[in-house]
């Protein structure tokens, strides 16, 4: 019998639920044991081979490369996870959401005090930076959002446990964080 598939993510953040999802301790064994990883920075697997089961994001859309990859994991997995604020709000990345785009690069490239070439990256190959910040639900459908900053580890077992029982999520007040 085949495992389900798991595949992850991590978009404009800082990878934090990532580390999160490696802080379930040694239950990282016993999660081997029950998935098959793919498209995840945790086998290395960096394109889809096969459709999944559940697609964990983490991380906001703040460029055109997030949306392609946001879009790739919804084609791509029958369950998709919104994984912290900065998936479920836009985070921290979402702060520059009232500045405007131009002022947020001349701010990086051309006015800040450590830059001194002064050049505004520019090239075809680059993602365009998007207007602000946007949370996944804004972009795809999210099936579940499991919220924190990062989400604690025994949040995210078991959200995971519950899916891959099929079985209703029951998540105690005392593993979800809402900072």
Not at 27 to 38: G, H, Y
């Amino acid at each position: 019998m085949s495992k389900p598939v798991v595949a992850t993510a991590s978009l404009a953040g800082c990878f934090g639920c990532h580390m999160s999802v490696l802080d379930i301790d040694e239950r990282i064994l016993t999660l081997i044991d029950l998935v098959e990883f793919n498209k995840s920075p945790i086998d290395d697997i960096k394109t889809f081979t096969k459709q999944c089961d559940i697609g964990i994001i983490e991380g906001g859309c703040c460029n055109s490369e997030n949306v392609e990859n946001l879009r790739l994991f919804r084609k791509h997995c029958k369950i998709l996870i919104a994984l912290g604020e900065c998936a479920i709000m836009g985070g921290l990345p979402a702060m520059r959401n009232g500045i405007p785009v131009k002022e947020c690069l001349e701010e990086a490239y051309l006015n800040c005090p450590t830059v001194d070439d002064g050049i505004i990256p520019n090239d075809d190959e680059l993602p365009m930076i998007l207007d602000r910040v946007y949370p996944l639900h804004e972009i795809v459908k999210i099936d579940y959002y499991l919220p924190g900053c990062p989400p604690m580890a025994d949040l995210i077992w078991n959200a995971l446990v519950a899916l891959l029982e099929g079985k209703p999520l029951d998540l105690p007040y005392e593993v979800v964080k809402f900072d």
